[in-house]
């Protein structure tokens, strides 16, 4: 399956560790990346994703911020990658709507398998909604 993944990431060797996972499991996949905040709205925008891999702790806005700026134009899915464990945390990325949360230390196939039911899940969502709203 082609898809575009948008990984909002200040780690490098996170964004790293991601993008390898996918090339070696998912090679069709285009992975984007921005490290700041800002950034990365800009991207979810322009570049519309198929998902969005988004760390809560960065240097410029926080990660909730960016998933309440992103969920104002895109109901791609968003899967939180971060240290943070606390349930508050977890509670809080959920209710901000990101569908998924993941704590690093992650495992590159759990992560993938998340990544591959959301975007599987939500593409059939956005087909059934073309269809019923096509003219
Ligand atoms: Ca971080």
């Known amino acids: 399956m082609e898809v575009k993944v948008l990984i909002i990431e200040d780690e490098w060797e996170i964004i ?11 090679p069709e996949a ?7 905040g800002a950034r990365g709205i800009e991207l979810a925008q322009s570049e519309s994703p198929d998902v969005v891999i988004l760390d809560l ?6 990660g909730y911020e960016v998933l309440k700026q992103i969920r104002l134009f895109s109901s791609a899915p968003i899967i939180i990658l971060t240290v943070r464990s606390q349930e508050e945390d977890v509670v809080a990325a959920l209710e901000g709507e990101a569908n998924d949360y993941v704590v690093k230390p992650f495992r590159q196939k759990e992560l993938l ?20 709203n096509a003219p």
Do not use: C
Not at 16 to 26: G, I, K, M, N
Not at 115 to 132: D, G, I, P, Q
């Open 113 to 132: 398998a998340r990544v591959r039911a959301h975007v599987s899940s939500w593409m059939t969502n956005e087909l059934k909604y073309t269809f019923r």
């Open 16 to 26: 790293e560790s991601v993008s390898l996972a996918f090339q070696f499991y998912w």
């Open 57 to 62: 702790g960065l240097p410029d806005i926080s």
């Open 30 to 36: 285009q992975v984007i990346y921005a490290q700041r």
